[in-house]
């Protein structure tokens, strides 16, 4: 299961380590979100080497959900280095989000 922030600990957790960090905004009462959070995290479990998942409850997190223009949910953002570089908007499935990974993050 990713790490969980919030608007106050955000820029601390993401600048943990050099790692490419997998923000996964969601809410409470997205079911496309529940759909999506086991694929996220058996998707972190199996490459912990090529990023790490932190999770943003966008309806507690404002701010951050602001700050990274989320309008749908979930959304999923790539930070490298604490910038976006990638950004995907709805559920996918296993295979789609590990091609999404692959076109999106450096080579493992």
Known sequence: MGQTADDTN???IIAQDASPVLVDFWAPWCKPCHALGPILDEAAAASPERFRLVKVNADEC???AKRF???SLPTLVIL???EPVA???GSLSRSAL???LNDSL???
């Open 10 to 12: 955000f820029d601390q």
């Open 69 to 71: 223009n989320v309008r």
């Open 98 to 100: 590990d091609q999404w």
């Open 106 to 108: 450096p080579p493992s």
């Open 87 to 89: 950004r995907k908007i």
């Open 62 to 64: 404002a701010t951050l």
């Open 80 to 82: 490298s280095a604490g």
